[in-house]
Structures are given as structure tokens and as C-alpha cells.
């Protein structure tokens, strides 16, 4: 029998999502096991209201599908809505509801950690209620943050993207020979993975950034002042990054609003962690300092992807596919690292309750208190291997039509 | 007889003065006219402290002029240093007793319009004191303000990296189904033209950016919500691009003039009119609203520039040796473009008192109040044609080590 199958995404959008997505629906439309493909708009949100999109035939041809390789952001628009705990809530009922309506048996849901906590409930939904939909989840998020997989689909290539930018920045600051510090701020509340892999600018000919403050560690002003003067003893230009959720010892973020800046209106000054620390050195140091947030960019930028990234991401999409129609359910689709000292990965799946709800931080023998480790290096390194050559249009990048 | 020569780099940093540099190095140091090929460290100031370096060595390899050629920002160090008006300053007595000590017949000097001040000052200086001194103005500057040539080497790259920002910005906003005003705050103090060039993101698949102001009209901020609303009305997602040096009917900055702070050369130090336009749009519209400063990536963002911008960029500083040869002194390099269709440029040179110490802003047939015209659009397109496909190492680019 042939059954339909809907693939939705959902979170922070990030330059590799949509290799994901295509590696999904290229794998459905060439099964003869499925019928229909829908794409869920904006996520789960897209199935509660009945909002499915037709992909068949788009995504029936080979240039379409390598458009969406490299197009960033979500093609199916995303959300961030929560399942109710109750599976007793209208919205699960409503959900399978159009599951049952579209004749729909598989369901692909690519995301972050809000997304696997929906497949989780989903898919228990299914099994309590005998509904023997195939829930997946694949993996997806800059923050490289969830649980059970090596690394996860679009860090690689914000890390690429960081890295570059970080080295760029620093080139930036070497051209005048004034005494400066230039503070980098990197997306990553919680899990400092990418303020990590700023780490990856550096090489034998140049050495920014040289200071890095991750998340896992607490943030004391007194040490990073001290940091910053003891580089600027033997050079001009000190080049840090640092995450946007650093905190104090106490667990307060460190945040320019909280530090008093009004503008003329008396309004607190809004500003994340690089404001509040180009005000500290400011006042510490006195010497030239700005801060730079990378800002959306890191994670939406598809002019400068890591292959790497790009291409196992489509894979990874694909072996979710492959997996489903094995009967796997309730399953995240993980990458493996094998052992040896050449970069390989291999794709599998693990239980989804292993996974869902939990946040991968650093380890600690990969971060030092202002710095990374070489276990870092070695983990991040093969991530950001390679370079798309992206088709491109009028001097811009081609981005699908969504 | 065999002369030296000495080539130096002054204000911001682009993509592109590097490709000028290794275009002019690469003339220099395969001319048989010419000795010694030296690099002043941080513009003229390394040329007031006698910091010369030898670079005919290092460039006579041409894997070392590609790998310039890459390289963001400047190779030799910039300064942001004004010669004083009296040419009876002991700047001037001490700038040619180096030449002389060096035995220097050639000066060439990349940079923007403080650059082309200096250049004008040295001609005017060696002339009236029969210094036989030749004194070349390559141009550069992202801000394309400069008089009497068609446009300047690194405005075609920084054009290409926003107008690919942009894109990449509005794709990321696009993907929530959230009423969102998302500003673009981008470089350029007086004139608009970077800000312009976000049009160039616009194409058959997307729309944006959908306001865009520049500072060449008077900023009005009710017009500036009403223009927002209006298109709320049939569409969720506005992108707008806004300069950085946007002015009220008065000529005050948007919120910048109320830190009154100033650089070297008395320009006012500007930051802050996207967040300042944020917080107005949250008081007046109340949805969703984020501001996104390109920041200094616009100028040293060297991993997708323009192979139109690059390849100029090194053939102006090529010709501009060859002029030298020949004798012309006391100009400044400039592109012509042919008429005709197809896009075409050819290089000459201008007299520099005919260009020093003007901008050229936007003309008035190029934008509207809060959008570009097809002229502009005509214009600017050209100069983004083409991606450079650059040397990476580790999966970042590879750039000169200084």
C-alpha cells in the first residue's frame, strides 16, 4: 500500500536546513512506497491548521533540489510552537486528524531541540493510540547542541562562516597601528560550540582570536581586563570572542543594560555581552575598542558553506527517509564519528528519548578558561572542510522561489 | 638612470586595496625603470618614520601577488593622517628628505578621499620645490564618494557582500509567520551609495529590501513609519536598508548626534541609527523588530567579492605605475565607463586638485525618498558581476601573512 508522507521544519533557520529538506523530499518523491509529499508550512503549526504544500513536483526535478541545497533559511518556514504535555490536548488529536484526512504515514520533522521534543510526543501519541505513524526527527541547529550525535547538520557552516569572519575582523584591526581591542559576539545562549569555533580563524599566520570566553565557563570581568592586558603587553591588537550567553559567577548574563548606559531619553542602552565589554575596556583600558555582533548572518549566510556540512546534511536527510521506510519511528537520525585519524562519518538513528530535551555543552579538555583546547581543534576542524561552489545570478547568490 | 619607489595605503580597509597594491608592486617590480620597490608601513606615517619594507623580493613571486590579490584589508597598515595645510610644516622637509635619502621617484598612494588630499599636497609640494618627485592617487573606498571617476576599486565587492547580506537577512526573516520590521543598518557617512546597492539583492524570487534610505534625502521619521505601515498592509516581512549617516531636515544624525563624539578628521562618529529606528518601530508599530549592522564585514569581507571589483582594482594600480613611467604626476587613477550596453570601463587619470576634497553623492535621478531607480539600479549592477574563486586552506580563506 502506498501512504503519503509531510516533512516540516522548524526553529532557528541556518544555512544547511534546506539541504536537509531536500535530501528528505528527493529520497520521498523517488520512492514508489510513497504517494504524495507535503511540506508542513511553518512547521507543526502548517499540520494543526491544515496548511500542507504539494512538493512533488518541484522537487521532482534535479535543479530544484540543488537550488534548495543551497538555499539558507527554512523553504517551508518555520515556528516555534510547543506540544502541550497532556497528550489529551486538542492538538494531537487535530494533528493526526489531517495525518488520517491527507493519508499521511510518515512524518519528517527537522529541527533543534523543541523539534525533537515534538517528535518525542508524537510519536508516543502514535503508539499509545496504535496510529503506526512514522515519526523521524533530523537534526538541524548552529548551536550543535543536541544529544547523541557527533555534530549536527548547519553547524559546520556557521563555524566556517565565524571562523572567516573572525579572521576578516582581524585583518580589519591589524591595518592601523593603534592599540585596540576588537570583541566579537557569537549566537549560542546556552552551549558555546560556535564561540569555540572562532578558534578555527587562526593559523600559522595570524593568531586572533586570542581570547575566547565560552558559556560553560563563568565570565569575571576582573580576569578578562587581566587577560586582555597581559596580550596587550606584547601586541597592538587583541582579538576576543565571546558568546552572547556569557554569565557571571552567579548565573546573571552579562548584558550592557544592566550596567546603567542610558541614551539621552534616559532609556537603558540595549545591548548584548560585545557592548557591555567594549564599555568595560572602555573604562578598564581606555584603549580603541568596538564590539562586532556577527549577528543573523552566522546562521543564514549560504554564500560560504561548508561542504562538508552541506553535503552530509543532504545525507543525513536522505537516511532519515531510507530508515522510515525500514519502519524505524520515534528515532532521531544521528552522525557517527569513526575512529582512526581520517574524518569519516557514518549515519544511524537512535531512540528519540535518549535525545529529546537534553543540551550538549563543551566538554571540559575542550575549552580552557579563556581559550579552546587542540581536542577542540581536532572535533571542529574537519566541520568546516570544503567550499559549494553556489550558482549564482546577477553577482548574488540563486535562492529558490519559496 | 634607476630610481626607487614606494608605494603606501591609507584609510578604511576594503577588499579591494590589496588587488591595487599587488597590481601596482607587480608593475614596479618587473619595470626595468625601477630599483627598489618599497612598502611604507602604515601609510604616510612609515614614510615620516622612515619604516620602509623592502617588498620586491617577497612580490616577484606571482603566487605571492595572487595571494594579495585575496587579501583583505590593508597589507602595509593604513593611518588616518592629514598633512598640515602649510607646505613650510616640517612634515613636508622630513617626507622628502626620506624620498631622497631612499633615492624615491615614485610615490603611489591607495586610498580614499583624505589620501587623495595628501597626494595633491605632496604634487603640489614637490612642483613648487622642484622635486621632480612623481605622486600617483590610486583610488579606493567602499563609500564610491570619490570625484572624476566612474566608480572606486572595492565598491563593486562591498556592494556584492551586502547586497548578498541583505538577501541572506530577509530569507532568515521570512521563514516565521510573524508580522517583523527587520533593518539593515549599512556603511557610509555621507553618501549612499552601499546603502543603494542593497536593491541589488532584489530579483524575480524576492522582493527585498522593500524601503531603502540614504543620506542624501532629509530622514523623516513619520514618513518612515507610514511607509512601514503601508506595507504591512499586504505583506508580513518588511526588510529596510537604512545608511548609517541617515540626517533629520536639520542635518542632525539619527540618535548619533547626541553622543557628539568626533574622529581625527572631525567627521562625526555614527553608530546607532538602526537601533535607534528598532526602538521606534516597537513604540509605533509594536510588532516584532530587529536591527542588523553589517558592520565592518562590509569592507573586509573577502570571501565573495566582486571578480569585476578585484580584476579592476589590479589593473588601476598596474596603470597606474605605467602613467608614472610616462610622467604624469599629481593625478589620480579613474575608470571611465564606455558607452553602449554592454559594461565596459577604460582607465586614465584626472588632476587631483580637480578630485581632492569632494564627494560625490548619489545623483538625484538615482534614488527616491525611500527607494533606488532603474538608473541606479543600471549603474551599480555591473560592478558585483562575478565571483573571484579564492585560495582556501583548513576551509578558510588563505590569506597573506603580514
Known sequence: MVYNAVVGQSGGPTAAINS????????????????????????????LGGNLKELSEVFSKKENIDLLKQTPSSYLGSCRYKLPKE???????????????????????????????????LNAYSVKNNKNTIVMGVPKTIDNDLWGTDHCPGFGSAAKY?????????????????????IVEIMGRNAGWLTASSALARSKNQSAPHLIYCPENAFDKDEFINDINNILKTQKNVIVAISEGIKDKDGNYILASSWGAQDKF?????????????????????????????NVLQRCAAHFTSKTDIEESFKIGKAAVKAALKGVSGNMMIYKRKKGSEYKVEISSMDINEIANKEKMLPENYITKNDVTDKFIKYAAPLIEGENKIKTKNGIPLFIKR
Request: some cysteine; glycine content about 10%.
Open 20 to 47: 536537509s529538506l531536500a535530501g528528505v523530499v528527493d529520497t520521498l518523491v523517488k520512492s514508489d512506497k510513497i504517494g504524495k509529499v507535503f511540506g508542513a508550512v511553518n512547521g507543526i503549526e502548517g499540520i
Open 87 to 121: 497528550d489529551t490536548h486538542k492538538d494531537y488529536e487535530k494533528i493526526f486528524e489531517v495525518f488520517d484526512k491527507n493519508n499521511i504515514k510518515y512524518f519528517f520533522y527537522i529541527g533543534g531541540n523543541d523539534s525533537m521534543d515534538t517528535v518525542m510526543k
Open 162 to 182: 565565524v571562523a572567516t569572519s573572525v579572521l576578516e575582523i582581524a585583518l580589519d584591526s591589524y591595518c592601523y597601528d593603534t592599540k585596540s581591542v576588537t
Open 266 to 294: 534616559g532609556h537603558a542602552k540595549l545591548g548584548g555581552a560585545g557592548k557591555a565589554l567594549e564599555n568595560l575596556v572602555a573604562e578598564k583600558i581606555g584603549c580603541k575598542v568596538r564590539s562586532v555582533e556577527i
